[in-house]
């Protein structure tokens, strides 16, 4: 059953996914050419236009994907979904997980696109040669190589992790936000509870800033550890990492996501 799940996601979404990725995908190659092509202001735009391209374009899978979301579990064919004989937790794990994958896709596909049009922009502004910028920009990687094993691994962890993070929010407004006490508003019952989710979120990062422990990542080879959050804000400013304000954000989706998956198992209401 949960093979013909997966399946039933991909035929009903592969259309979505090869537009906004596919299209995204070549409006930020092209932008980034363009850069390399045109001398000047024209260039220069066009390679800003592949930078915010690649940029937005995780986020515009995951805004697509609550979308899909909500209609195919609340609207129309919601009906459908829930005749289904599994469980709904089962639905709604498919649904995140499917997403997921396409979310972290969506990663992969952006943040080369976004370094070739950084390098590109970064030639045709005339500090540095095309070749130059790229080469700048794989040294990061051996910055990552040069950290200590378990911050590689944490770097790991999150960026797996972010899909999750950034699909919470859409998952959490569209299930709760569907619930009876608030479904009467239709699909702003489901903006609503998005925007307190957000607002929720923004003050308890800027909570956790003030929690130590932070981390002095300003030397890559000599990463340590400091616990004075007045620090934050002085000399470690430009390289200070709070770690529970990241930390925190996590466990904050992930207890969304959860909430969520209640929610629709045991209140779904379909109007």
């Known amino acids: 059953m949960i093979k013909m799940l997966f399946k039933h996601e991909f035929l009903r979404t592969w259309k979505l996914a090869l537009v906004v990725l596919g299209g995204g995908a070549v409006v930020s190659a092209l932008g980034a050419l363009g850069a390399l092509w045109f001398p000047g202001p024209v260039g220069a735009l066009t390679g800003v236009l592949g930078i915010l391209v690649a940029g937005v374009l995780p986020f515009a899978v995951t805004l697509g994907l609550g979308i899909d979301f909500y209609r195919s579990t609340y609207a129309k064919t ?3 979904t829930a005749a289904l004989p599994v469980k709904g937790s089962t639905i709604y ?3 995140l997980a499917y997403a997921y994958l396409v979310t972290l896709l969506s990663l992969l596909v952006a943040v080369p696109l976004a370094a070739f049009a950084i390098a590109a922009l970064l030639g045709v502004s005339g500090e540095m040669t095309f070749a130059e910028a790229w080469a700048s920009i794989g040294e990061v990687g051996g910055a990552f190589g040069g950290l200590p094993f378990w911050l590689q691994a944490s770097i790991v962890v999150l960026v797996l992790l972010y899909p999750l993070s950034s699909l919470a929010q859409y998952w959490f407004a569209v299930t709760v936000g569907s619930e009876s006490w608030i479904n009467r508003l239709g699909l702003g019952g489901v903006v609503l509870t998005w925007f ?4 929720a ?14 981390l ?15 620090q934050l804000f002085s000399e470690y400013s430009e390289g200070g990492l ?12 992930i207890a969304a996501i959860w909430w969520g998956k ?10």
């Open 93 to 95: 794990g498919v649904k």
């Open 216 to 230: 002095d990542i300003t030397d890559p080879s000599d990463v340590h550890v400091f616990t004075n959050p007045m």
């Open 242 to 253: 709070p770690v529970m304000a990241i930390v925190v954000g996590f466990v904050l989706a």
């Open 196 to 199: 307190g989710y957000y607002v």
């Open 78 to 80: 919601g009906y459908l």
């Open 262 to 271: 209640v929610s629709y198992d045991r209140r779904l209401e379909l109007r």
């Open 201 to 214: 979120a923004q003050l308890v990062a800027v909570v956790a800033i003030f929690i130590p422990p932070y």
